[in-house]
């Protein structure tokens, strides 16, 4: 790959091959939708009630929260590269014993497995494409990689549509069959997958972190694009270096406001109710639809929205920002929910049910075009390199236990309430919108390494400690020329 494409063709290319683990994410999400209305699965597996429904798509969930915190630990130690072929593996074995499953503890195991591949890999992909990218495109690069998300669960539903012809097992067999296909050719590629060039660079291996630099810029190594990018990561990455290894208690007090910042972010895209669309469309459908598999089929042409949404968000982001397609998006998402409970609520017969389907679709366009990927980026923006593996860890773990709830207890809010579980969600739109204004900054247009000088927190204070400890160890040192240099050194990059 990286001998046939050079710069931004490389770039883009690998930040979407790599993204096969998002289209997974994406896959496995959407495929339990269209399985939930599937009769033979259902009578298979004894007509489970809604709450053990949405066990078996939560307990996904819980997996990839599980598996968030240990990914950092992979993440430093074998390289991003390496963490996405482990978290492959694992989705490989968690998708063939949902595919061969014949109990509701089987397949429960085998989506709690799955779970635990998505984990690794819903932490390393973001912080794996922001690492790659340059400050002007990061942002188009990191959601059109996030974009495939949206892609798998498009994908998921057409497949469940297709497959719901059969009048055979396969029915629900053949689509937990091809996740498995999906994330094997993830395994083989990510074999010629470059690797990050920051983690080369932390690893003393400047020669190869030089050569990815050239490779992505498509200039050569000693081009001054490259040479003033790789200068900006190793000067940088030399001060933390000092720093130490850091620790989950200094994510909470030195990193506190970049800490809330990442786990706010994911909870509350989680919380804007994207997934009651997302895991259960074929069932809202079905309330205004009736029953049948045409159900899934409306839930592929709403997947199919959010999709064309989250490819939209790639060219805005880098243009608009972050902070203004956040605060958009909830606004506009309150009134959609909004519209959502009063048509669910009203019975116009197939007025309803076409205003219904509308709205939905324009609210998943909605989220998709603000929210979707964009709250994967910024977590992987915010943090220094030296807290980035911990910090997305805290940041998607939040993402994954918010899923899990919102996965677990949509149905039985759904039966208990029926049209105000949208005002329920609608709320939470609400409470994002006022988090967005207060506390979140704008990371549009500036390296990773600028975006640490934005906050104003006890990063700076380590740095002027370690300048001041620097300076008390050279108050008996005569060579003024050395010590105004290192003083220096150490405020430029601090």
Same mark, same amino acid.
């Given at each position: 790959? +990286? ?15 790599? $993204? ?8 496995? /999400? ?41 990914? $950092? ?13 482990? #978290? ?114 932390? +690893? ?21 694009? @490259? ?38 972010? /994911? ?9 009651? @669309? ?15 598999? /045409?159900?899934?089929?409306?839930? #592929? ?11 939209? %968000? ?37 007025? $309803? ?11 998943? #366009? ?28 805290? %940041? ?29 969600? %609608?709320?939470?739109?609400?409470? %994002?919108?006022?988090?967005?204004? +207060? ?31 620097? /300076? ?12 105004? +240099? ?9």
């Amino acid at each position: 790959m +990286k001998k046939l494409l050079k710069g931004n063709a490389l770039l883009y290319s690998v930040a979407c091959f790599a $993204s096969l683990g998002q289209f997974l994410f994406g896959y496995d /999400q959407g495929v339990m939708s269209g399985i939930l209305v599937n009769d033979r699965w259902l009578n298979l597996e004894g007509y489970p009630n809604a709450t053990m429904q949405g066990f078996v798509v939560a307990i996904f969930e819980l997996g990839a929260w599980f598996t968030a915190y240990p990914t $950092s630990w992979f993440m430093d130690r074998i390289g991003r590269r390496w963490t996405i072929l482990v #978290g492959s593996l694992i989705f490989i074995v968690g998708g063939i014993l949902q595919t061969a499953s014949y109990t509701f503890a089987q397949i429960l195991i085998g989506r709690l497995i799955a779970g635990f591949g998505i984990g690794f890999l819903s932490t390393v992909l973001p912080v794996y494409t922001a690492e790659l990218s340059r400050a002007h495109n990061r942002g188009k690069v990191t959601v059109l990689g996030m974009s495939i998300n949206m892609l798998g669960y498009t994908a998921s539903e057409f497949i469940d549509y297709g497959f719901s012809f059969s009048a055979t097992e396969w029915s629900f067999r053949g689509p937990l069959l091809l996740q498995v296909i999906f994330a094997l050719i993830l395994a083989l590629g990510t074999l010629a997958l470059p690797e990050s060039p920051r983690y080369l660079v932390s +690893k003393q291996k400047d020669t190869l972190a030089i050569k990815t630099l050239s490779d992505m810029h498509g200039k050569h190594g000693d081009h001054p694009d @490259v040479s003033q990018e790789y200068n900006e990561i190793k000067s940088t990455l030399e001060l933390e270096a000092k720093l130490g290894q850091p620790t989950w208690k200094e994510m909470f007090t030195v990193y506190r406001r970049r800490t809330w910042i990442g786990i706010s972010v /994911q909870a509350l895209g989680q919380m804007s109710g994207i997934n009651i @669309v997302t895991y259960y469309a074929p069932k809202m459908y079905e309330a205004v639809l009736g029953p049948g598999n /045409q159900t899934i089929l409306f839930a #592929g042409f709403t997947a199919l929205v959010y999709f064309c949404g989250a490819i939209i %968000a790639a060219f805005l982001v880098d243009r608009v920002g972050r902070r203004p397609l956040f605060m958009y998006g909830s606004s506009f998402m309150v009134i959609w929910l909004v519209l959502m409970a009063v048509f669910n609520k009203i019975s116009l017969g197939l007025t $309803s049910a076409i205003l219904v389907i509308t709205f939905t679709m324009v609210y998943v #366009g909605t989220f998709g075009i603000t929210w979707a990927c964009v709250d994967w980026l910024y977590p992987a923006e915010i943090f220094p390199f030296r807290t980035r593996a911990k910090g997305m860890s805290l %940041a998607v773990s939040s993402n994954w236990i918010s899923n899990f709830a919102v996965g677990l207890f949509t149905p039985p809010l759904l039966e208990a309430i029926g049209w105000a579980t949208y005002l329920f969600y %609608a709320v939470w739109n609400l409470i %994002a919108l006022f988090v967005v204004w +207060k506390w979140f900054v704008e990371t549009k247009g500036k390296s990773l390494e600028e975006i640490d000088a934005i906050f104003d927190d006890g990063a700076g204070a380590i740095c002027d400690e370690k300048r001041s400890s620097t /300076q008390s160890e050279e108050d008996g040192d005569f060579n003024s020329k050395i010590s105004i +240099k290192k003083e220096e050194h150490s405020k430029d990059l601090c």
